[in-house]
């Protein structure tokens, strides 16, 4: 069964670090990685995709692609209070039309 | 940016109705939706996959006959619970690929249903 692991967290981070968040993933035929952002009652919003392996970084956010060792990750340096969120890993499904499997999320909380 | 819209936001309806909930790509087509459901504190799960004009593929567990899927054109999907009971209150968010195949999904804003 294809899956996608995270820590639950809560992960808690000072204001101004730097927050890792990881992500492990079964299917070796995963092309497409994505990182969403889901603040408490409101649908998931994309942060981040990734398709290569290495990093990929784009403002405070970097995501990083190992393929070799199906773990993705995502770093967010200078954490804001606002940062705090529940952050979904998702991976596509090979050979299926756009359809991705999620995390169970990690839960984030920078404390200014 | 590529939009998903969702309609309603919220919704509260009374045991035994029915109730619809729209998906729409506002600036993109898409042939395939997804629609998710969401319990408060757990994952997403993916109930239905929303194919235009041919029958939408349930999850196992999903019970096609109460949540029915129409996609009838390139732009609009809708999911409607029917005879609703209070376990059926949830999260139901819609998703779609921008550009078909490996693309980020885009999200609906989700509808918050309460049956009473």
């Known amino acids: 069964q294809k899956e996608v692991e995270q820590n639950s967290g809560p992960l808690s981070v000072p204001e101004g670090a730097i927050a890792s968040l990881n992500c492990t993933y079964s299917d070796r035929g995963s092309q497409s990685f994505f990182w969403y952002r889901q603040y408490s009652g409101k649908s998931p919003e994309l942060i981040m995709f990734?398709?290569?392996?290495g990093d990929k970084e784009d403002g405070r956010f970097t995501a990083q692609l190992n393929k070799a060792s199906q773990y993705v990750s995502l770093l967010i340096r200078d954490s804001q209070p606002s940062d705090s969120a529940t952050y979904l890993c998702a991976v596509n499904i090979a050979g299926s039309q756009g359809n991705l499997i999620f995390g169970k999320g990690t839960k984030l909380s920078v404390k200014p | 940016g590529a939009v998903v819209s969702q309609h309603p936001s919220r919704v509260i309806c009374k045991s035994g109705t029915s109730v619809k909930i729209e998906c729409r790509s506002l600036d993109f087509q898409a042939t395939t939706m997804f629609w998710y459901r969401q319990f408060p504190k757990k994952s997403l799960m993916l109930m239905a996959t929303s194919n235009e004009g041919s029958k939408a593929t349930y999850e196992q567990g999903v019970e096609k006959d109460k949540f029915l899927i129409n996609h009838a054109s390139l732009t609009l999907s809708t999911l409607t619970v029917t005879s609703a009971h209070p376990e059926d209150s949830s999260f139901y968010i819609c998703?779609?690929?921008?550009?078909?195949?490996?693309?980020?999904?885009?999200f609906g804003n989700g509808t918050r249903l309460t049956v009473t």
């Open positions: 998703s779609a690929p921008t550009q078909g195949g490996d693309s980020p999904l885009h």
């Open positions: 990734i398709y290569s392996n």
